[in-house]
């Protein structure tokens, strides 16, 4: 029997709930004020098949002292956390505005990938020269390595075996190719150029792939199973984690910072901030107009027929992502659904439109025509954390204060972040000095054209857009 259709505007709003904790489709970090106070998870996938949520230590009820608060419970803040107790002996306490990992950590397409940021290899070497891209590549690679261990450790559906980066043009083969050459003779990191009849016949059958690139490295996992595991990590290590405690004031007083939440005030000697795209614009000054929110729209249809599924033949159940820079994200899922996502709306008041939800189901029928009509039992959105120049940070914007930031990775993070919050914990910790890469070197840049930034986004999508669909 079909299941029921969950709401396409991603309401997922069940009636005589306190209306203060329903979850916000229309939430903005640009214009809303905070991510809210003890909000529910968006209707993802995730989310309703995460299981029972490990325990936590509730929200904030009294004014208490630590050494360390780090803000937002998402893979960055947690993994911080987690550092911080099991290297150097730290126990942080991490306040979350809402439920664990509410933000991009509960709402991703759980594409672990061996990248972060938006640039690709060759990108890297053109910015910063070949000297310090390979040393980029190391500190992602070694990333990688961390994130696999961590998987591994935790109960969350992984789906090991690489990442097929998908020509949605003939043209795009070529770029492909390069990128391979540049990806061995450069960085010995080993690639496979496959042609389309082999992709459509031994991996998957998408309609509109003219070939793929294959790298070894990429792992698809259940975003909130993982981000349980990490809450489960870090408390058992030592580490306290707050939900429903918004950090909704910050004055710092003598060098300790009094962070004020609904519930007590919460006085640090160091701060870590890992609020990713959810970063309120007057959170820390350091931040203001840093980080670049960006709406990202998902779905998962209902568990798949073995006829939709010859048809598509999904036989790989590997991270796949196309080339058009307004990318798809996708991947079957190991209860025989497809995940599938791309771009969504400029504003969050603009997000429940229909029009960005049948813009993905298009993109999905494009690829695979015979799941044009199939029922879509999820659908939500979620903002990313991009920054002016494509890549994250982690670092210390001010030598003269204890406040720290891992953020800007560029819908990258999955894998990334859980590394930003090993650099992040080294540098609470007093021990980052050997961080020598650009992106810890460097705060986040700003732009100079702050308020007018999604004028300038609205005229990028158009141009990206006709890009992209150029045959
Ligand atoms: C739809 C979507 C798809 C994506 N797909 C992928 C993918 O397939 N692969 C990939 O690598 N990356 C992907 N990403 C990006 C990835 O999810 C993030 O990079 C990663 O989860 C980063 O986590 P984080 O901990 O830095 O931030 P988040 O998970 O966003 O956590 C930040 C937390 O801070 C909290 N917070 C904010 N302000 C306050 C405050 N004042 N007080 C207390 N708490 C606060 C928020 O409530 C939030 O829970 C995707 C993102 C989206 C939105």
Not at 155 to 180: N, S, T, V, Y
Not at 381 to 408: E, I, N, T
Not at 455 to 471: N, V
Request: hydrophobic fraction near 35%; glycine fraction near 10%.
């Amino acid at each position: 029997m079909e299941q029921s259709v969950i709401t396409r505007v991603g309401e997922g709003l069940s009636a005589g709930r306190d209306s203060a904790t329903q979850y916000d489709p229309r939430y903005d970090p640009l214009v809303s004020p905070g991510p809210g106070h003890g909000k529910q998870y968006a209707p993802t996938y995730w989310a309703a098949t995460a299981g029972t949520p490990p325990p936590d230590d509730g929200p904030i009820t009294k004014d208490i002292d630590v050494d360390v608060a780090i803000i937002g419970a998402g893979y960055t803040g947690l993994a911080t956390a987690l550092c911080l107790a099991r290297e150097h002996g730290i126990k942080a306490v991490v306040l979350e505005a809402n439920k664990t990992s509410w933000g991009c950590s509960s709402r991703n397409g759980g594409q672990g990938q061996n990248a972060s940021g938006r640039l690709s290899r060759s990108q890297w070497i053109e910015r910063w020269g070949k000297d310090v891209a390979l040393k980029m590549h190391d500190e992602i690679q070694e990333g990688f390595d961390n994130f696999k261990s961590l998987v591994a450790e935790i109960d969350c559906d992984p789906q090991p075996g690489g990442h097929f980066l998908i020509a949605h043009r003939p043209r795009m083969m070529d770029k492909l190719a390069a990128e391979a050459k540049v990806w061995k003779d450069v960085f010995g990191y080993p690639s496979e150029l496959i042609d389309q009849a082999t992709l459509r016949r031994e991996y998957v059958n998408d309609c509109e792939a003219a070939g793929a690139l294959h790298e070894p490295e990429g792992i698809g996992i259940h975003a909130l199973k993982l981000a349980y595991g990490y809450l489960r990590l870090a408390r058992e290590a030592g580490a306290r984690v707050h939900p429903a405690s918004p950090v909704i004031g910050w004055e710092t007083i003598n060098g300790i910072h009094h962070l004020r939440t609904p519930g007590g005030i919460v006085r640090a000697r160091s701060v870590g901030i890992a609020t990713g795209a959810y970063t309120a614009p007057d959170l820390h000054p350091s931040l203001t107009s840093r980080v670049m929110p960006i709406l990202s729209n998902s779905m998962v249809t209902r568990p798949l027929t073995q006829q939709e599924i010859a048809a598509c033949n999904f036989r790989t159940t590997q991270v796949l992502t196309d080339t058009r820079t307004l990318r798809f994200y996708y991947r079957f899922l190991p209860d025989n659904r497809l995940q599938i996502g791309s771009r969504s709306a400029i504003t969050g008041a603009d997000a429940p439109n229909p029009r960005h939800y049948e813009l993905l189901i298009e993109g999905m029928g494009r690829k695979f025509p015979a799941l044009r009509g199939v029922q879509i039992d999820y659908s939500w959105w979620g903002w990313v954390d991009v920054s002016h120049d494509m890549m994250p940070r982690v670092c210390q914007p001010d030598p003269k204060q204890s406040v720290f930031y891992a953020l800007g990775y560029g819908g990258n993070g999955v894998s990334y972040s859980q590394q930003a919050g090993r650099r992040l914990a080294e540098r609470i910790a007093g021990k980052g000095s050997k961080q020598m890469l650009p992106i810890f070197t460097s705060p986040l840049p700003g732009h100079p054209f702050a308020p007018f930034r999604r004028i300038g986004q609205r005229m990028l999508y158009q141009l990206y857009f006709r890009r992209d669909e150029k045959p």
